[in-house]
């Protein structure tokens, strides 16, 4: 049994639903001439979902492709809002859900760790003290005055990643970035990770690499057609996931 005080992400009977138009008409004179044009369908991506999250658990999010993991992810940082339900959460906040999400592409590397880690809340002087973690674990020292434009999708993820890690927050969120970039660096970043956690910290993941999530998370959690279908140690999770997927 949790105690209130452990638990850091609170979801409670959590529902989310989308409208998705066809056709969708763009102006006035459109909808007049067209207006079948704004026929649409509500599709519910979750539903009447219950997830309590310790602190200091390692929680990955599974589940095929279109089963609510990233909008559930989304709903923790707040970027979207339930249609039903409440999402309490207690403790400072990182997130890397989409890959350079925040940076601006016409300025530097350099530039854009300023911009982003103002975003996470902190002060010049503390970036200025952290720049240097930043930029060696990212590894992007020779571009780092280069426009963020020029950067493969490899180093987006490599810029961000060292950002989010480097904002001492009490829980990150990530959303599969992980699979972007080469071998050496996903395998520095799910040290890191390790780390991270060694330290206390929560983490919550959506991934689908299985054999990453069993061995860096405690616990599963099964996503299913907008429904829990699943929530364990990851060992039984991902066994039942595997059985099911086969």
């Not at 609510?68 to 959460?89: A, D, F, H, Q, R």
């Not at 930029?135 to 571009?143: K, M, Q, T, V, Y």
């Amino acid at each position: 049994m949790k105690s209130k005080s452990d638990v850091v992400i609170d979801v409670r009977n959590v529902s989310k639903q989308f409208n998705v138009y066809f056709d969708k008409a763009n102006t006035l004179k459109e909808r007049v001439i067209f207006w079948k044009r704004n026929n649409h369908e509500v599709r519910k991506v979750l539903n009447d979902i219950n997830v309590q999250i310790k602190k200091g658990e390692t929680v990955a999010l599974i589940g095929v492709n279109g089963s609510g993991k990233s909008t559930l992810l989304k709903l923790m940082t707040k970027i979207i809002y339930p249609n039903e339900g409440e999402i309490e959460v207690n403790g400072k906040l990182t997130s890397m859900l989409e890959l350079g999400a925040g940076f601006h592409p016409d300025f530097s590397g350099l530039e854009n760790i300023y911009f982003n880690a103002s975003i996470f809340g902190l002060s010049k002087k503390e970036i200025d003290s952290r720049l240097e973690q930043i930029i060696e674990f990212s590894e992007l020292r020779d571009f780092i005055d280069n426009p963020v434009r020029t950067y493969s999708s490899g180093m987006y993820m490599r810029l961000a990643f060292s950002i989010a890690i480097n904002v001492d927050a009490d829980i990150l969120l990530i959303d599969e970035i992980l699979s972007v970039g080469d071998r050496h660096f996903q395998e520095k970043c799910y040290k890191k990770m390790q780390e991270l956690k060694n330290e206390g910290k929560t983490i919550v993941l959506v991934t689908h690499d299985l054999a990453s999530a069993e061995k860096l998370c405690d616990r599963c959690i099964w996503l299913n057609q907008g429904k829990i279908r699943m929530d364990g140690k990851s060992s039984e999770v991902l066994q039942e996931y595997i059985k099911e997927c086969s």
